[in-house]
């Protein structure tokens, strides 16, 4: 199992940036497929981006395209989420996930390990 801690969340007004970390610990991540998801109040947990072992590929819902990067540095056994030009609509929990066998998805319910989240709040 992986254990995985996302940081860099916080107050940001609207067109402002933020740049999460996920850290991963337990074992090595290089080899796995990783996802950010976001959770907003009363919403349900929906894809941001996810990001293939080597980096090569990259795939983003519509909402963020543009605006948002994902990377990773397989070294430091850590993806981070650049984001920019943020919007009140941005406002969410945002969770980072492993997948282990196979490309990347889009689906939650492949992801097998889970990060605690970090609060990002745009403020309009």
């Known amino acids: 199992q992986v254990q995985l801690v996302e940081s860099g969340g916080g107050l940001v007004q609207a067109g402002g940036s933020l740049r999460l970390s996920c850290a991963a610990s337990?074992?090595?991540?290089?080899?796995?497929?990783m996802g950010w998801f976001r959770q907003a109040p009363g919403k349900e947990r929906e894809f941001v981006a996810a990001?293939?072992?080597?980096?090569?590929?990259?795939r983003y819902t519509d909402s963020v395209k543009g605006r948002f990067t994902i990377s990773r540095d397989n070294a430091k056994n850590t993806v981070y989420l650049q984001m920019n030009s943020l919007k009140f609509e941005d406002t969410a929990v945002y969770y980072c996930?492993?997948?282990?066998?196979?490309?990347?998805?889009?689906?939650?319910?492949?992801?097998?390990?889970w990060g605690q989240g970090t609060q990002v709040t745009v403020s309009s």
């Open positions: 996930a492993v997948k282990r066998a196979g490309y990347i998805s889009t689906s939650s319910s492949v992801y097998e390990d």
């Open positions: 990001i293939t072992w080597s980096g090569g590929s990259t």
């Open positions: 337990g074992r090595s991540i290089s080899t796995y497929a």
